[in-house]
Structure formats: C-alpha cells, structure tokens
C-alpha cells in the first residue's frame, strides 16, 4: 500500500459545472477526512466519515457540495455549480481511529 | 472554539544552522494534541512530530523538536542543523481528545522555510 491517493491530481471546469473528486484511503483506515486548503491558508476541516457514516460537516460545507463514503472504502466529494470562489486544494486524509492522519496529494481545482 | 495563529509567514536559514517556528494556539480544553506537519512543494502533507498536552516532556524526532508551553499556549518548532530537503511550509495543528470530537485537525496559516546553501 502506498499511502492515501487522490484523483484527478488537476481539475480545471467553468463556473456552474458540477465537478467531482476521488479519494482512496490508506487499506482498513476507518477514518477520512476531507479538507480545503485555499492559497496562503491552512487546511480547513469540510467533513469526516467513520467508514460509511458522515458524522459530522464543517459550516463550509454548503448543501453544493456533498461527499460519500460507500462501503467504508473510497470517498467522493462533489461540488454542484461550481463557483469562482471553490477554487482550492481539496485534501483527503485517512486514519485508524484516533491515530495520525495520513494526507494524500490532493486536487487542484480551479474555477474559469 | 479552538483556533491557532502562526505569526511568522516566511522564514529563511541556512543549511546547517538552527531555526525556530512560532505557534500560538487558544483553546478551554485542558487535554488536546499539537502537531507541526511538513508540506513540501507539490508533495503531499507529512506529520514531522505531535505533543500531548498532558505531556510535561517536550517531543523530539530526531533533528526536530518543540518547546511546548502549556500555560503560555505556545507551541514552537526547532529544527536543528537544517538541511536543503527540509524547505516546506510548515503548519502547526491542534485537535482536541474529547469524546464525540471527530478528531478533526485545526490548522495555523503556515510558515514558509526557505533553506539557503
């Protein structure tokens, strides 16, 4: 196993398409998180699943986007109408329970 | 709510030599975890060394190590005979142990190290 992966690594779309991002956490890490890292910022928590269940969404998370975790397994995050202001990093992390979050490369999304 | 501030934006040292990161953090919890995490250009995020706050004994990692000042809320990093590979930026990150907390991380804005030759 070689660490969490995310795809697309890029994704540049127009305002107003829908977009959507993989994540593939590290094997049996019941734990992922989603982030959002805009330029000159530090990443900001946006949702956290405990295999499939969502338990709980940061109040940057508006009802344009929303993330799945079927299975327990891999993890999408969708993006609805894309806006200007989406433009960011979105990083995914896994872990064991309360131990180290492992991050993946993340996805570069940039909004025309 | 948590938050946590990195005063200093940029940083510079030059190889061999020693630098210190500053991390001020605010919280009412009185057990939580520190973090400073590595992100290398284009590279993805690494955890460099973490400290519980129920720990009076400052964390090491080899070259890396914090000074962790519980009642002052600081949390700074050291890193010792710095060399080329360790230019990044560098987030401090708290996040609390309570039960029903999701254990999500809180970033600081980051510290950008340059390592001059």
């Known amino acids: 196993d070689t660490g969490v992966s995310q795809d697309p690594r890029h994704k540049i779309t127009k305002r107003g398409q829908n977009v959507t991002f993989r994540c593939d956490p590290i094997?049996?890490?019941?734990?992922l998180y989603w982030y959002r890292q805009t330029l000159g910022q530090g990443p900001e928590f946006l949702t956290y699943?405990?295999?499939?269940?969502?338990?709980?969404k940061s109040r940057l998370l508006s009802d344009r986007f929303s993330a799945e975790r079927p299975k327990g397994s891999f993890s999408t995050l969708e993006i609805q109408r894309t806006e200007q202001g989406d433009s960011a990093m979105y990083l995914c992390?896994?872990?064991?329970?309360?131990?180290?979050?492992?991050f993946g490369p993340g996805t570069r999304l940039t909004v025309l | 709510a948590q938050t946590v501030t990195q005063s200093q934006p940029e940083m510079s040292v030059q190889e061999a030599e020693t630098v210190t990161l500053s991390c001020t953090y605010d919280?009412?919890?009185?057990?939580?975890?520190l973090f400073w995490y590595k992100q290398p250009p284009s590279r993805q995020m690494i955890l460099v060394i973490r400290q519980e706050a129920y720990k009076q004994q400052n964390a090491t990692e080899n070259r890396f190590s914090v000074n962790f000042q519980k009642a002052a809320k600081s949390f700074s990093l050291k890193i010792s005979d710095s060399q080329l590979g360790d230019a990044a930026m560098y987030f401090c990150?708290?996040?609390?142990?309570?039960?029903?907390?999701?254990?999500?991380?809180?970033f600081g804005t980051g510290t950008l190290l340059a390592v001059q030759p």
């Open positions: 919280t009412s919890e009185s057990d939580y975890y």
């Open positions: 094997s049996e890490h019941n734990r």
């Open positions: 992390a896994s872990s064991v329970g309360n131990n180290e979050q492992f």
């Open positions: 990150a708290y996040r609390s142990v309570y039960g029903g907390a999701t254990n999500k991380l809180i």
């Open positions: 699943f405990q295999n499939e269940a969502q338990l709980e």
